[in-house]
């Protein structure tokens, strides 16, 4: 048999797949800090645990998203697959309810007399009372300077009574002569200069007499007194002080010691408030109130800030001090509306409104006016009878005509 020829060996030894090598798997690499084993296995399952998490927020997040939209494709016999949205309704009602109309202003006293110097002014030579003393009528407040003008007053009376004692003197000599004037002792001519002489001393003591009241007018003028009973507000004057007339006053007084506040009303209140009101007064740092009523309403609003002025009387009391902050209610009238949760009044470029939940259960849009907001809520003024189903929370995220599911709020 002729011999087979030998092939040469492969420099590459064959490698059979799955026979010869297999491939080594390097074993998980531990994260540091875990050696041991047990603390191994607990790594792994914080790790799933994480990753189950992780997924369930994201299924939750999917399913609500769903809900909010309304997606989801209709089911067989066309009902919606989507989760209908429960809400908690109020039913308000209507109650009794205190109309108020809230203002901010400060104390002030209702008749503020200033006082100064008139005349010729002069030196304060005392002050007889100081700030927050209570004064009555005609009390000496102040005094200036009399040296100069007494000396003239007491020269003027001496100057009427010697015109006086020459009044006098004519006035008999005239006479004496009126009853010589038959027998012809004295001539026409001597009588009349008498009677002449009568008359001209009579004048000078009306002369005499106006010269001495007027000096002491001035006299009078240096004692500053207060014009009527009432309470010393402010006080500038001081002893050495040379004040002149139509400066700055020397004493504000409060006269009758009356206070009032005056407040500033938004252009929609100002209608709604009437003379007589009942006013209920409030200021910063006392616990107490103070009552008054409405006093006064201005005319005007003012066309810049769209604000009305009002003045209310309040009754004198210690804590009532010119100058201090005061917040205020007027009570306007009572009437029977709707109160609802502040949740439930919504607002937009449209105004304000609510979602009512009709007899099909689904939701509109109800227009309402906001007249006040009391502890209890937010008074409905119009667009509410007070038998209507209202979504208290959460009116915002609903459309108008989604259908809802109902559930009663409590306390409703």
């Not at 792994?44 to 999917?62: D, E, Q």
């Not at 209610?329 to 304000?352: H, K």
């Not at 509109?364 to 003024?381: E, F, H, K, L, M």
């Amino acid at each position: 048999m002729p011999q087979l020829e030998q092939l040469p060996e492969p420099e590459e030894k064959v490698r059979w797949i799955n026979r010869e090598t297999t491939t080594q798997v390097a074993p998980p690499t531990q994260p540091p800090g875990t050696e041991s084993a047990t603390e191994w296995l607990e790594w792994v399952k914080r790790r799933k645990l994480l990753v189950a998490g992780i997924l369930l927020a994201l299924a939750l997040a999917a399913l609500a998203a769903v809900r909010l939209s309304g997606g989801g494709a209709p089911a067989a016999g066309g009902a919606p697959n989507a989760t209908v949205p429960l809400v908690s309704v109020v039913t308000p009602g209507l109650k009794a309810v205190t109309a108020t109309v809230t203002f901010t202003g400060t104390v002030n006293a209702r008749y503020d007399v200033a006082m100064g110097v008139e005349g010729e002014g002069g030196r304060i030579s005392a002050v007889l009372v100081e700030a927050g003393d209570r004064v009555r009528r005609g009390q000496v407040l102040a005094t200036l300077d009399t040296s100069v003008l007494r000396p003239q007053v007491a020269r003027l009376a001496a100057s009427l009574a010697e015109a006086r004692a020459q009044a006098e003197l004519s006035e008999a000599e005239y006479k004496r002569a009126l009853g010589v004037q038959a027998s012809g002792a004295l001539s026409a001519e001597e009588i009349e200069r008498r009677r002449a002489a009568s008359v001209t001393a009579a004048a000078q003591v009306e002369v005499a007499a106006a010269q001495l009241a007027e000096a002491r007018a001035r006299l009078y003028r240096t004692e500053l007194r207060a014009p009527d009973d009432g309470l010393v507000l402010t006080r500038s004057a001081e002893v050495g002080q040379f004040p002149t007339p139509g400066g700055e006053p020397l004493f504000r007084l409060s006269r009758g010691n009356e206070v009032e506040v005056r407040a500033q009303l938004a252009e929609q209140d100002l209608p709604r408030v009437a003379v007589g009101q009942p006013v209920v007064v409030r200021l910063t740092g006392i616990a107490d109130a103070f009552k008054g009523r409405v006093r006064l309403i201005g005319p005007v609003i003012d066309p810049v800030t769209r604000l009305g002025w009002m003045r209310v009387a309040l009754e004198p009391h210690p804590q009532l001090r010119p100058g201090a902050f005061a917040r205020g209610e007027v009570a306007v009238g009572d009437a029977r509306r709707a109160v609802l949760p502040q949740t439930a009044v919504l607002s937009d470029s449209n105004g304000t409104y609510v979602m009512i939940v009709g007899a099909d259960g689904k939701v509109a849009r109800r227009s309402v006016t906001v007249v006040d907001t009391i502890p209890q809520g937010v008074v409905i003024g119009t667009g509410l009878r007070g038998d209507e189903r209202i979504v208290a929370t959460a009116a915002a995220f609903l459309r108008e005509g989604e259908a809802v599911k109902v559930v009663e709020a409590s306390g409703s």
